[in-house]
């Protein structure tokens, strides 16, 4: 039997041997009709599993011979088997490199089966799982051949159950099971940003865990949007690649499938996670019955199926029908819409059915009802039940209908007032100076002289000058200027703190562009410690705020990172990646450019230079289309440019920086920091390339002016000694290179910016060895040896490439 036919009677065989005999029979008949030989093959298979009730502990078709415990597949060394299908395995592994420990479900193919479609269907999943990030996700950690030849996935290992059964086991109340499904919802929402389909969303796919986290798993049989050729209709014969019952009606006619294909099962999936059943009752259970009821039945609505008693009882539970009474209605609608027959009557998005979700468990009014005043008002007292109950409730009820259209409209007049007085404001502003200097004005005296009429022109509305404020202390960070923008916006802060109620989005604003100036003055502890108080507030309004959350959760991400904490900044990042990319409903491409471009940063601080390229390119096209002028471009192709650098790749480099160069002197002028970071990298290409001299008089400007600019003791001052020990290293000048290397170390050893100290000290160390002082150098070496593994938790490359390195050499005796 060659391995193309064992796939198909595989994957025929699963489906039978879970079949009640009735619906077997019928199915094999129906499979003898495409198919005879096929069906003859699985008659025979289905006899002798008949015959012992041992069979199928015997594969067909036997996995490989390294299919058994104890034995290494690439860097892991297989524990014991956790599931097996009809063309591979998973396997609970141990990494057993001496890299690090972990844990791991290694997924298999089964060798005899390794044709060429069963791998590009690995392969997929693999380059699947790679793009994907997300916090409810089974990650992608290694993927590979080992020397077999045996193909690889090794993933988070996640203990947990299926959500139906930890629903069956705890009941939890409604709103909890909800909250549940809105996890899922995120991780779909998230793929379905990648532009990846799964497919095949069920209960054994979803699992919860101890702490009552989700994580979505088994991409096997996912579809990629961007590739033509995939999700194609299965031919004639061809066995299914999706549960049926959780299939969505164009599934079931093998038609193509997109994202909404997975929001019909995810509404099978509530559903089902409701009321404890399937939406569709079966007179017999066989897979016409399945079908016919996918593409004809309308489902029952959960809160009649939670009224009816289940088998063996009596009578439904006071809990069940408790529920039912809640979920009439709104949620029987919104389960409806998701499982709606047709793929455009459906939730045109799976943030759509999140954004239902959660104003159902606020008690709002729904965005897939049609919004009246009578509903609007009967989802507000309900609401507000406790606040409405007592005697003469008919008035009580008018007069708080009257009560919330006066807010209303008060609340209307504020904003249009302080709209209003912005405009009046900003208008006057540009006119005055323009008047003065004959259409000419400087930038900083503009905003000099717009904080000084604003104290007194809008001295009776604070939030305005507040708001105001805040764009002052914005411009201000563009100017370079952040000692006078940590200034304005402390100015800011105290205006907030007074008032009784700000808007949230002005709240997060202040709070971020606050720390983002912390950080650019090089005090990222009190950039985490200002953005950690606030995490609350952003959490809260995230799923209304999606980029103010985004943009509050990259800077907390900046700041741990310059602090050394790359697990909390990769964590952050992924937050705002994953708002901007559908936080809103379509993406914003600029804030999605950024936090690749964050998270590639430590990548390659990671090693991985490789990924780190591929995500500055694609970040750098991403804000080359939608924000072509935006001074982030800059920041990015000097990134670009530099990792190209490191990389190996000269030319590329300098042309990447050449482009960044004049941009950053046309937007910000020859001494903003940005502009002075872009002559750095520039300086140290030339140095690589041989032109010492022009690069040594560069470095030392730069020196300077960062000195003028930041500070003597700021971060960025720090690297421009340290490029300067690179430059005279470079030259043979190793005494004047350990001077350099000495003051960015002693800049770096300041408590804010420890990220950077590990790479000074094993710097100097190589220093202080090509100059015989090979005590400073072991003394140096050791200190690095332990940020390294104190910052990143494990051995890392750097750790093993200096252990090696100081392994070769002969140190002195110790006294």
């Not at 059943?277 to 009821?293: I, M, V």
Request: charged content about 25%.
């Amino acid at each position: 039997m060659d391995a193309k036919r064992w796939r198909e009677l595989s994957s025929w065989l699963d489906q039978l041997l879970d079949m009640e005999a009735p619906a077997r029979i019928q199915r094999l008949g129906q499979i003898a009709e495409r198919d005879e030989g096929l069906a003859a093959e699985l008659q025979q298979l289905l006899s002798r599993e008949q015959e012992s009730e041992q069979f199928m502990a015997q594969p067909v078709f036997a996995a490989p011979a390294c299919a058994r415990a104890g034995t290494r597949i690439g860097p892991y060394r297989l524990l014991h088997l956790l599931g097996e299908g009809g063309m591979g395995e998973v396997w609970l592994a141990e990494r057993c490199d001496g890299m690090y420990e972990r844990k791991v479900a290694l997924k298999l193919l089964r060798s005899g089966l390794a044709d060429p479609g069963l791998h590009a269907r690995f392969a997929r999943e693999r380059q699947i799982l790679a793009r994907l990030q997300h916090p409810n996700l089974a990650q992608l950690h290694n993927a590979g051949i080992d020397l077999d030849g045996h193909p690889y996935i090794a993933l988070d290992y996640v203990q947990g159950e299926p959500v139906t059964d930890h629903c069956a086991r705890t009941q939890p109340l409604l709103l909890e099971r909800l909250r549940l499904m809105l996890q899922v919802c995120s991780v779909v929402a998230h793929a379905h940003a990648n532009l990846v389909v799964h497919r095949d969303l069920k209960p054994s796919n979803i699992l919860v865990a101890a702490d009552g986290s989700v994580k979505l798993l088994d991409f096997g049989i996912a579809q990629l949007l961007d590739r033509d050729h995939e999700g194609a209709a299965p031919g004639p014969g061809e066995p299914r690649a999706f549960t049926l019952h959780y299939a969505a009606p164009e599934q079931v006619r093998g038609e193509p499938v997109n994202t909404l294909t997975d929001i019909y099962s995810l509404g099978v999936v509530i559903y089902e996670v409701v009321t404890g059943h399937k939406p569709y009752r079966l007179r017999r259970q066989a897979d016409s019955e399945w079908e016919r009821s996918i593409l004809e039945v309308q489902p029952m609505p959960a809160s009649r199926r939670l009224q009816l008693a289940d088998a063996g009882a009596a009578r439904p539970s006071l809990a069940a029908l408790r529920m039912a009474r809640q979920v009439r209605g709104d949620l029987d609608l919104l389960l409806d819409k998701a499982m709606a027959k047709d793929p455009q009557a459906r939730y045109g998005s799976v943030d759509a059915l999140a954004e239902d979700l959660r104003r159902f468990i606020d008690g709002k009014p729904l965005r897939a009802r049609a919004s009246t005043r009578r509903y609007r008002l009967h989802k507000y007292l309900q609401r507000h039940r406790w606040g409405v109950i007592g005697a003469g409730s008919a008035l009580l009820m008018v007069l708080t209908v009257s009560a919330v259209a006066l807010w209303q409209a008060q609340q209307a007049r504020v904003e249009m007032a302080r709209a209003q007085a912005m405009q009046d404001f900003s208008v006057g502003l540009f006119d005055r100076a323009a008047a003065s200097g004959h259409g000419r004005f400087d930038v900083r005296q503009l905003l000099q002289m717009g904080r000084q009429r604003a104290q007194l022109e809008l001295r009776d509305q604070p939030v305005a000058l507040a708001e105001l404020y805040g764009v002052i202390g914005r411009l201000r960070i563009g100017l370079g200027d952040y000692q006078a923008a940590l200034q304005i916006l402390d100015e800011q802060r105290a205006l907030l703190q007074a008032q009784a109620v700000v808007p949230p989005v002005l709240q997060l604003d202040a709070v971020t562009q606050r720390a983002r100036a912390l950080r650019m003055l090089g005090r990222d502890r009190e950039c985490v410690a200002h953005l950690q108080a606030m995490r609350p507030l952003a959490d809260e309004q995230q799923s209304l705020l999606p980029a103010a959350a985004a943009a509050f959760a990259s800077q907390l991400g900046r700041c741990q990172a310059q602090l050394g904490d790359v697990h909390g900044a990769r964590q952050a990042f992924g937050r705002a990646l994953s708002l901007y990319q559908h936080g809103d409903g379509h993406g914003n491409s600029r804030g999605v450019a950024e936090s690749l471009a964050d998270l590639a940063a430590l990548d390659e601080e990671a090693g991985d230079a490789a990924h780190a390229l591929v995500a500055y390119q694609q970040a750098l096209r991403l804000m080359a289309t939608a924000a072509p002028g935006a001074p982030e471009t800059i920041v990015l192709r000097r990134q670009l440019g530099q990792a190209l650098a490191r990389a190996g790749r000269p030319a590329e480099s300098a042309a990447a920086l050449e482009l960044a160069w004049q941009a950053a002197v046309q937007a910000f002028g020859p001494d903003h920091p940005e502009t002075l970071s872009v002559r750095r990298a520039r300086a140290l290409l030339a140095m690589r390339q041989g032109r010492a001299a022009w690069a040594g008089q560069e470095l030392r400007e730069v020196q300077v002016k960062l000195q003028l600019a930041l500070g003597p003791d700021h971060r960025e001052t720090g690297l421009a000694e340290h490029a300067l020990g690179e430059l005279y290293r470079s030259t043979g000048d190793v005494q004047q290179s350990l001077v350099h290397y000495r003051a960015a170390v002693r800049i770096w050893r300041q408590p804010d910016h420890v990220a950077l100290l590990a790479q000074g000290l094993l710097d100097l160390g190589q220093a202080a060895y090509e100059a015989g002082e090979l005590g400073a150098a072991r003394g140096a070496w050791r200190e690095a040896r332990q940020l390294l593994i104190a910052q990143r938790g494990i051995p890392s490359e750097a750790v093993r490439r200096l252990d090696t390195r100081m392994a070769a050499v002969t140190w002195p005796a110790e006294h």
